[in-house]
């Protein structure tokens, strides 16, 4: 006929379908919803407001036909304006929430004359009453029925398993049983407002169950079919779904239910999903950041200011879940995947699934960290103490709870790209969390430290990690934990910003051992053990309180007060000593060496200038000079000093440069030069330079004169013809050789004057192979020109020893007086002529070409021959005494 019947089937007395709501006071078997006609069953097309009123009328029945303005409970598609795509809201009609939830609501005519009916009393358990004028035929059609049952001994069964046709069932009064077929779709179930009673439920081919009842009247047990099954929970009443035989079903809960919901044989593999509806969950992840939804063991908690409503998944052997959140976003269908753990932390595995949420100890509530494995696509991780998290091939975020008291938590990003928020990057106790990378190799892996965050990345694996936010300590550096997975070494990594100053902790737990700088200094002013730093090696070579250490993008060493070894690269450095024992090596380059500056200085720096670096120029600053306080009394040497290695290298050049001395070392090898630049070595007042050590020896050099006060022994000239002044300061006696002949004094380069004329104490003054003019001092002196040259020795005023033996060249002595003896070395009486005598001089010739001249001979000067002393008489006659 065309018309839109619903059927009613009520186990009450009044009326066998009377239906709910109904104003009629009629008892008739059909009566229908509303109507003001006794009739059992209105004709098609009457003018009457029946429970089957025609199409087209005014009619305000239960089952009012398509297009009508019917409000009826079981109302046409047509009479509302909601629409699948529409958020379902907690307090939707039944109707509504059918027709969000996408199924058909145009249930087809039934026949309610018709004289064979398939539904008996027995099988309806409807005692004393029986339902009549339907027939098979009729019951394979779509069909909509309320079922009440007032008898608290039977269980109502409505079994259509067998039976075609889209049902719509609303449950009430009693406990019942449902059974759809299927092989049908699109079936609705209502368990009503006000029901009581256990209410089963077998669904069919992909069915809805929407669930009013309240808490404490009754149980709810829903048994999924094959198909995509959704059930929505808006009361308190306790849910067990079954959700075992697969397909993409949907449960849906509002917090304000406060319903307690079990998913018996749920995989989320099947895409089967929880839907939250709750406002602020239309993306699922900041609905877990704001605590909208939570997690307990097995449990999905969704909350509100409202209420709390809780589905539980079952047992996991692993302690950790997957669950499908499908956000109340109809037009995206949005399905997130999620893992979780549980009170005791545990495992969950996502390789399986895609652009998975992972929730382990975000809140830092659980007993124990959880282990979350990634997918390949695009996760999220929420974690915090003692989690483990690697992630996958995708483009990962990792969040971790902002706490910097919790304990660290565990991140591998050895794939694709992963960006850490807040991390705990602080060495030291239970703090700071790991970076973990499989297969590590920390001299290729790259560090960097920008803006606040920490970029990790490694193009031979193949993974680039970003943590944002990371805390930073004074200096403008970061520090965090480093682990390599292969073998379990764990690097504590300190990383500078650009031009940053990265400090070396004493405290072994918080002191790094790399350190990756951008342009950075390296500060080992608050550490007090040894270290040995060699910044050409990033690994091999370096080593902290005897721990290997790896250095990258560090410019500059800054000292400490133990025992340090600084030795540079072939790039540009600085190296500062500290106040203990410091050795500086600047290598290659155009480096910057310094000495420690502090009145406190316990030790001394040795800065090396080798040779071995052919073209590189060291700039030496804070050189401390040899004075009577540092370096004689051996408990406090703290003078610094050059260490050429003169076994191997030599001096090439030595030059003034203002009041800086130029040091020019090339290997006796290779033929490399380094040059060194000592800066305010020269005393411009005095004239003299100042006394430093030079390859354990004290040293002094002057342009034109150096001083000889006792605290020298290692003397270099700049300029020619320099002097060598004898201080009248010197105790002890005065041994000055310039040649080389093994002296306890060294002099480096063109020393060609001796002046001892103000010294009082025993000297021995001897040249070298330039024209020397030596003085003698007021005290007993010896005095050889060296060989070589011609020499001009000039006597003092006390007696002195003039020397010259064979191959001395053309020397002449001045100012010799009666106490002062000229004698003759490796030469005999035949080997010397007297050429001329006068009242003031005596000239000698040499068998081998020499000469010597002696002034002042009136005085009555000796000369000693072959151990002889002899004189000179009138006759240029040797007379010996």
């Known amino acids: 006929t065309g018309e839109n019947i619903t059927w009613v ?85 039944a109707d509504d929430i059918e027709k969000a939830l996408g199924l058909a609501t145009n ?151 406060n319903a307690h919901i079990s998913l018996e044989g749920y995989n989320a593999s099947t895409g089967a999903a929880i839907q939250v509806e709750e406002q602020g969950a239309s993306v699922i992840a900041d609905a877990v950041r704001n605590s909208l939804i939570g997690f307990d063991d097995g449990t999905v908690v969704i909350q509100s200011d409202d209420g709390k409503s809780k589905v539980y998944l079952g047992e996991s052997d692993s302690n950790g879940w997957m669950v499908n959140l499908k956000t109340p976003n109809k037009e995206s269908d949005t399905v997130q995947a999620v893992g979780f753990t549980g009170k005791d932390g545990g495992t969950v595995d996502g390789s399986e699934f895609n652009n998975v949420l992972f929730v382990g100890n975000m809140d830092g509530t659980k007993r124990a960290g959880s282990s979350l494995y990634g997918s390949a696509g695009n996760d999220t991780f929420f974690g915090g103490a003692g989690d483990s998290i690697v992630t996958g091939d995708g483009k990962d975020l990792v969040e971790l709870q902002a706490d910097t008291n919790r304990d660290g938590a565990d991140i591998n990003v050895s794939k694709g790209r992963v960006t850490i928020v807040g991390s705990n990057n602080v060495l030291g106790g239970f703090t700071g969390d790991t970076i973990s990378i499989d297969d590590l190799d920390i001299t290729t892996t790259k560090f960097k430290y920008a803006g606040d965050s920490l970029i990790i990345k490694d193009e031979t694996l193949g993974f680039h ?93 800054v000292g400490g007060e133990g025992t340090t070894v600084f030795k540079g690269s072939d790039a540009k450095e600085t190296l500062i000593a500290g106040k203990g024992n410091t050795s500086l090596y600047g290598a290659g380059g155009l480096n910057v060496l310094g000495g420690y500056s502090g009145t406190d200085k316990e030790g001394s720096t040795t800065f090396f200038v080798i040779g071995g670096n052919d073209g ?133 380069g063109d020393f060609a004057v001796i002046d001892a004329s103000n010294f009082t104490g025993k000297a021995e003054l001897a040249g070298n192979d330039l024209d020397n003019v030596i003085y003698a001092g007021t005290g007993a002196t010896s005095l050889w020109g060296g060989n070589g040259g011609n020499d001009l020795l000039v006597g003092g005023a006390g007696a002195d020893n003039f020397y010259y033996a064979a191959g001395n060249g053309s020397d002449t002595i001045d100012n010799a007086g009666g106490n002062d003896v000229v004698n003759f070395v490796n030469l005999t009486l035949a080997d010397i002529t007297i050429d001329t005598i006068t009242s003031s001089a005596v000239a000698f010739n040499f068998s081998d070409g020499g000469k010597l001249t002696v002034n002042d001979n009136g005085s009555g000067v000796s000369f000693k021959v072959d151990g002889a002393t002899y004189g000179i008489n009138g006759n240029r006659e040797f007379e010996q005494k």
């Open 9 to 93: 089937a009520e186990a009450d007395d009044e009326s066998e379908g009377g239906s709910e709501g109904s104003e009629s006071e009629s008892e008739s078997e059909g009566g229908s919803e509303g109507s003001e006609s006794e009739s059992e069953g209105g004709s098609e097309g009457s003018e009457s407001e029946s429970e089957g009123g025609s199409e087209g009328s005014e009619s305000e029945s239960e089952g009012g036909s398509e297009g009508s303005e019917s409000e009826s409970e079981g109302g046409s598609e047509a009479k509302s304006e909601s629409s699948a795509e529409d958020i379902i809201d907690k307090n939707a009609s």
């Open 107 to 257: 249930h087809a005519n039934l026949d309610g004359n018709s004289a064979d009916s398939w539904w008996s009393a027995d099988k309806l358990n409807i005692s004393g009453n029986s339902i009549a004028g339907a027939s098979a035929a009729d019951l394979n059609q779509p069909l909509e029925v309320w079922l009440s049952n007032t008898d608290v001994t039977t269980t109502q069964t409505f079994d259509v398993s067998k039976n075609s046709g889209v049902k719509k069932v609303h449950l009430k009064a009693g406990a019942q049983d449902v059974a759809l077929n299927p092989a049908v779709s699109g079936n609705f179930v209502e368990v009503t407002v006000g029901a009581d009673g256990n209410k089963n439920i077998t669904l069919g081919g992909g069915d809805a169950v929407l669930v009013d009842m309240a808490a404490g009247d009754g149980k709810v047990n829903v048994v999924g079919g094959a198909g995509d099954d959704s059930v929505v929970v808006r009361d308190g009443a306790p849910v067990t779904f079954d959700m075992s035989k697969g397909g993409k079903d949907i449960l849906l809960t509002f917090a304000a239910a």
């Open 465 to 557: 990690a970003v943590v944002t936010a990371v805390s930073s300590l004074e200096g403008g550096y970061m520090t965090q934990y480093i682990r390599n997975t292969t073998d379990d070494t764990v690097y504590s990594v300190a990383i500078g910003g650009e031009s940053s100053t990265i400090y070396v902790a004493e405290d072994d737990e918080a002191r790094a051992n790399a350190y990756i700088g951008n342009n950075s200094e390296l500060n080992f002013t608050r550490y007090t053990k040894d270290a040995f730093i060699d910044l050409g090696n990033d690994w091999a070579e370096s080593y902290i309180n005897g721990e290997r250490v790896y250095i990258e993008g560090v410019n500059q060493l």
């Open 616 to 748: 590189a120029v060291h700039t030496i600053n804070n050189f401390e000079y040899v004075e009577s306080n540092n370096y004689v009394n051996a408990l406090n040497v703290t003078a610094d000093q050059i260490e050429t290695r003169i076994e191997e290298n030599h001096f090439s050049n030595v030059a003034v440069v203002g009041d800086d001395l130029l040091l020019e070392v090339t290997s006796n090898y290779t033929g490399e030069t380094e040059k060194a630049l000592l800066t305010d070595a020269i005393d411009t007042v005095s004239g003299y330079g100042k006394d430093f050590a030079v390859n354990g020896l004290v040293a002094q050099v002057g342009d034109t004169k150096v001083n000889v006060d006792g605290t020298a022994d290692y003397y270099l000239a700049t300029e020619t013809n320099a002097t060598v002044n004898v201080a009248s300061s010197l105790t002890g006696d005065a041994i000055i050789w310039l040649g080389d002949d093994g002296r306890d004094m060294t002099f480096e």
